[in-house]
């Protein structure tokens, strides 16, 4: 950390012990963003998201920062952890209750993309309203006083006020090698990082314009503001509740992004593809939510606003209603992911269709969509694909298990289960499978499947390496329940659907909603789980860890992101390599979240829900984490002193660290 830095912080500590009370009346957040702000986020109720905050770190190492610091530094022989690491100190500093008491008398914290500029480059401003808090005054004050790289570079409004920028001093040496200040000009740079502050507010922009849009309304010199937006205002009368709160104007942002990206010459990020194809990058007029506290357990929830004008492959396909907690039966133990959904009533196959043609699309499959290969299929077969099977299929459940057993080479896929209205067009997909297979492996004839009995239920096989993922397709029915799997054994426990072996079931179950008639869709995640899934790769017929390989992992480090560099000796890769599988590992502790999307009209309302997060329940979770964090940071190890890449700070500091 920047010895200014922490001169700024430890003023900021030293006022922080007084009692704390609520902050002074004044302009919310949102009273000083424009109305055509296109994202926005804010931390709502300060004085009690602090005390959340304190109850999510209870029974970790940061329940009591001091102890953990000292520990640890009386506990080493290892040079490092003596002579740096304050990025553990901060978090430890984060938590203490002096600084949660000074938290509360905050009126809010926010930040807003306001814009693009003409040259395609985001505009946004982050803020702070400091209310009560005169130590977060004194903590900006001494920074700007005390840091030398911050200059001013102009004022703004009316009131003259002062603007700061970061810059670099240059230096020349005379004839005896004394260094001089260069003659230079301190100008105002068009796009870069902009500060500003007045008692109330503290901001920092990507420009002066972005700065002086909240600056100006603090001020009263503009009127007219985000909280003024009718689609604000409904949004932030659903959501804004203690926690993080957020809101977007989709339609908008995705217009104007796609003005900056011409002018930038790039192109969609997969996200960005993901959700024009999918959600439809018109359909949806506004996303809002909320990140908070509920019931003991961490909550994030998102709306949606649909165009019912507009196209949306996601929202035609979740249309239905009334998901049953039963349909998650043949999700067995272990699974990282497990969701059911229902089918809408009205046009079913051209929902569920539409949404298979967006997917391949955002995948950026080529070649023949689904839709297509259906007209194809039933052309060819004569099978009324579409309306006799696909249109009496009532809902779908989706399993990613967390481990499968499959043959050497091949990859690794979700079990589907198919729900249909009656036990007929059950035996229909029966029926139909060989027809699917041979068409993906391009076979003249029908291949006949070979049948096993598992544990009472009758498994088919067909395929093999011809197929996408380089394995066979196993296959199994039970009443209306038909499934779809590469793992035979798992294929069968879907199909017998036993209540007390699923994710349901079990010492840590998913907690289920009390009311599930306006569900579109049910599921489960388990935090470990799905946590391994991601971070491996289908290798050999089964999921495996990506190996260790030093820098490659998870970057978070003081200079991450910076430009900075790290010195590759300093690492310790088996230590950080076993710190990061204890990280993940420490998940499994915690008990699955529940996932449900609620549709009422043109609104879909998704929600996560991970129970126990408060009182201890994120204790290993932390713990495990600032371990591996203490690991990671060994890689920046600097046995001279200095600060590289940062103008060589000296002195007995031996780390790198972020300004």
């Given at each position: 950390m920047h010895p200014i830095l922490r001169v700024a912080i430890g003023l900021f500590v030293f006022t922080a012990g007084r009692s704390a009370v609520h902050a002074a009346d004044g302009p919310d957040p949102a009273d000083l963003f424009p109305a055509s702000t296109l994202a926005y986020a804010e931390l709502h109720d300060p004085a009690t998201v602090g005390p959340q905050l304190l109850a999510a770190v209870k029974g970790s190492v940061l329940e009591d920062g001091l102890g953990f610091i000292h520990k640890r530094r009386n506990g080493t022989k290892d040079i490092r952890d003596i002579n740096g690491k304050d990025e553990l100190a901060l978090a430890a500093l984060l938590t203490s209750p002096e600084l949660q008491a000074e938290f509360k008398k905050v009126r809010g914290i926010a930040v807003g993309l306001i814009g693009f500029n003409s040259q395609g480059q985001p505009e946004f401003a982050f803020i702070v309203l400091t209310g009560d808090s005169n130590a977060i005054g004194i903590a900006v004050r001494a920074y700007l006083t005390l840091e030398n790289q911050v200059r001013q570079v102009g004022t703004i409004g009316k009131d003259n006020l002062p603007i700061y920028q970061?810059?670099?001093?240059?230096?020349?040496?005379?004839?005896?090698?004394?260094?001089?200040?260069?003659?230079?000009?301190?100008?105002?740079?068009?796009?870069?990082?902009?500060?500003?502050?007045?008692?109330?507010?503290?901001?920092?922009?990507?420009?002066?314009?972005?700065?002086?849009?909240?600056?100006?309304?603090?001020?009263?010199?503009?009127?007219?503001?985000?909280?003024?937006?009718?689609?604000?205002?409904?949004?932030a009368a659903t959501y804004q509740q203690p926690g993080l709160f957020f809101y977007a104007d989709a339609a908008n942002l995705c217009t104007q992004y796609d003005a900056a990206r011409r002018t930038l010459g790039g192109g969609d990020s997969d996200a960005i593809a993901w959700f024009r194809l999918v959600a439809g990058a018109k359909a949806i007029q506004s996303l809002a939510g909320t990140i908070r506290v509920r019931d003991g357990g961490l909550s994030v929830s998102v709306g949606a606003?649909?165009?019912?004008?507009?196209?949306?492959?996601?929202?035609?396909?979740?249309?239905?209603?009334?998901?049953?907690?039963?349909?998650?039966?043949?999700?067995?133990?272990?699974?990282?992911?497990?969701?059911?959904?229902?089918?809408?009533?009205?046009?079913?196959?051209?929902?569920?269709?539409?949404?298979?043609?967006?997917?391949?699309?955002?995948?950026?499959?080529?070649?023949?969509?689904?839709?297509?290969?259906?007209?194809?299929?039933?052309?060819?077969?004569?099978?009324?694909?579409?309306?006799?099977?696909?249109?009496?299929?009532?809902?779908?459940?989706?399993?990613?298990?967390?481990?499968?057993?499959?043959?050497?080479?091949?990859?690794?896929?979700?079990?589907?289960?198919?729900?249909?209205?009656?036990?007929?067009?059950?035996?229909?997909?029966?029926?139909?499978?060989?027809?699917?297979?041979?068409?993906?492996?391009k076979a003249e004839e029908l291949p006949q499947p070979a049948v096993e009995t598992i544990s009472g239920a009758r498994v088919f096989t067909l395929g093999g390496p011809a197929l996408p993922w380089n394995g066979p397709i196993h296959y199994?029915?039970?009443?209306?329940?038909?499934?779809?799997?590469?793992?035979?054994?798992?294929?069968?426990?879907?199909?017998?659907?036993?209540?007390?072996?699923s994710v349901l079931g079990g010492d840590r179950p998913a907690m289920m909603p009390s009311r599930t008639d306006d569900l579109v869709l049910l599921g489960t995640i388990s935090p470990g789980i799905a946590i391994k899934l991601l971070a491996a790769r289908p290798a050999e017929g089964e999921m495996k860890a990506i190996p260790y390989n030093g820098p490659a992992t998870p970057d978070f480090g003081p200079r991450a992101g910076r430009g900075g560099s790290e010195d590759p000796a300093n690492a310790d890769k088996a230590g950080e390599a076993k710190a990061w599988d204890a990280f993940l590992a420490s998940f499994d502790a915690l008990p699955p979240a529940t996932v449900t999307v609620r549709r009422n009209g043109n609104n879909l309302q998704f929600e996560v829900w991970q129970p126990k997060t408060q009182s201890g329940g994120l204790g290993p979770v932390i713990d495990a984490g600032m371990g591996w964090y203490d690991k990671q940071l060994n890689r920046f190890y600097d046995p001279n002193g200095a600060i590289n890449g940062n103008g060589g700070y000296g002195g007995p500091r031996s780390f790198r660290r972020f300004r």
């Open positions: 970061y810059r670099t001093p240059s230096i020349n040496y005379d004839d005896q090698g004394q260094p001089k200040l260069a003659d230079e000009k301190i100008t105002e740079g068009a796009h870069e990082t902009t500060l500003a502050y007045t008692p109330g507010v503290f901001v920092v922009g990507s420009s002066k314009k972005a700065v002086g849009e909240v600056i100006s309304r603090f001020t009263g010199e503009t009127r007219g503001s985000l909280s003024s937006s009718p689609a604000f205002k409904l949004a606003t649909l165009d019912p004008s507009e196209k949306s492959p996601l929202g035609n396909a979740l249309a239905g209603n009334g998901v049953k907690v039963e349909l998650l039966h043949p999700a067995q133990r272990p699974a990282g992911l497990a969701f059911a959904v229902t089918l809408p009533q009205k046009n079913r196959a051209d929902a569920a269709i539409g949404f298979l043609d967006a997917l391949a699309k955002a995948d950026g499959q080529l070649g023949r969509l689904p839709g297509e290969a259906v007209t194809e299929l039933e052309k060819k077969y004569k099978v009324p694909l579409r309306e006799g099977l696909i249109g009496k299929t009532h809902a779908v459940t989706v399993i990613y298990p967390e481990k499968q057993e499959l043959p050497k080479g091949a990859r690794a896929i979700p079990l589907l289960v198919l729900h249909t209205e009656t036990e007929d067009v059950g035996e229909a997909w029966e029926a139909f499978l060989p027809m699917l297979v041979a068409d993906w492996m199994a029915r039970s009443g209306t329940r038909f499934v779809i799997g590469a793992d035979r054994k798992l294929v069968a426990a879907a199909a017998l659907a036993d209540p007390s072996a």
